[in-house]
């Protein structure tokens, strides 16, 4: 029987807490920030958790050879009882986010789920690795905006994506070390996530000014004075002031870290260098989705997404989040 540490080790538990802030921001930038959001980030880690399980039954031949530590190569957990609690994760996951956000979660729920299956099984170590890798974070994201306008969560989905493309990517060479190429293309990639992170795409552009156009048209009806007046802070106001920096300083937070974790490995691209960037790049993810949380509006929400990186920072030296 194995120990709950040894499950622990399996599914990466503290690994977790990069999670619930795709959903969150996924709900933040769909304007869908609500009494299911708490369950459907649940849902989310339930089918991460999953996929780690699934991942690690997979690779159990191979980490007899390169990584003979790890529980189920080294006899602490049986392969039929890691690929019966993935799959038993995986229903928990769907079935937890059907039941909070009806159908139109289960429509996001189910294709995520066979995505996190897919990498495991097939894509993992092909070409298509991290694109697939990225397609699982991306769904993850819209997933916490099915409740509401999920092409308003689109831009927060691509730039999660891209960032789980870096550390997917690294993570292939976290055994053999890298080449010089990869750390600068995936550093690259960093800086333009964020950028992504802190500069209005061409959709949240349009979408500001649909909205605007809304509520010009409804300000009469409601009583709120002329056309095109503001209601909330003004553009020179300290609230309007902090809420615009926000997302940036939490952004220079996650490139800081993360991007500084990849000039390491430049300078040397070794395989532990390569570990400890990939660990950076699991748990530094939650001040970006803090950031994009901040940048949907929900700046104390953001805040407290962000806050989840140092206690999974803390936690990762414990339990390897690779």
Request: hydrophobic content about 50%; proline content about 7%.
């Amino acid at each position: 029987m194995p120990r709950l540490t040894d499950l622990a080790e399996l599914v990466r538990a503290p690994a977790a807490l990069s999670v619930p802030g795709d959903v969150v921001a996924g709900a933040a930038a769909a304007g869908a920030l609500g009494a299911r959001t708490p369950a459907l980030a649940t849902a989310s880690v339930l089918l991460y958790w999953a996929g780690m399980a699934a991942n690690d039954w997979a690779d159990r031949r191979l980490d007899a050879v390169e990584r003979p530590d790890r529980p189920i190569p080294s006899g602490r957990v049986a392969p039929g009882l890691a690929l019966g609690l993935a799959s038993g994760l995986t229903a928990a996951g769907v079935g937890l986010a059907a039941a909070a956000g009806g159908r139109r979660a289960a429509a996001v729920a189910l294709p995520l789920a066979t995505v996190v299956w897919a990498y495991d099984l097939a894509a993992k170590n092909t070409a298509a690795g991290p694109a697939v890798m990225a397609a699982c974070r991306g769904l993850d994201v819209l997933l916490g905006a099915s409740g509401g306008r999920p092409v308003r969560a689109l831009p927060a989905a691509a730039t999660v994506a891209a960032h789980t493309w870096t550390v997917t990517a690294l993570s292939r060479r976290e055994v053999d070390g890298a080449d010089a190429g990869l750390p600068v293309r995936t550093l690259a990639g960093t800086v333009l996530v964020a950028a992504s992170a802190v500069l209005p795409s061409a959709l949240d552009r349009r979408l500001g000014r649909d909205r605007r156009v809304c509520s010009d048209a409804a300000a009469p009806r409601a009583g709120a004075g002329p056309p095109g007046r503001s209601r909330g802070p003004g553009r020179g106001s300290p609230a309007a002031a902090l809420a615009a920096a926000l997302p940036v300083a939490l952004t220079g937070w996650y490139v800081a870290r993360y991007g500084a974790a990849q000039l390491r490995v430049v300078a040397e691209p070794t395989a532990s260098r390569v570990r400890a960037a990939v660990g950076v790049g699991i748990t530094g993810l939650p001040t970006l989705q803090g950031a994009l949380t901040a940048r949907a509006g929900a700046g104390l929400l953001g805040l407290a997404v962000a806050a989840a990186a140092p206690l999974c920072r803390r936690l990762a030296r414990k339990v390897s989040p690779t």
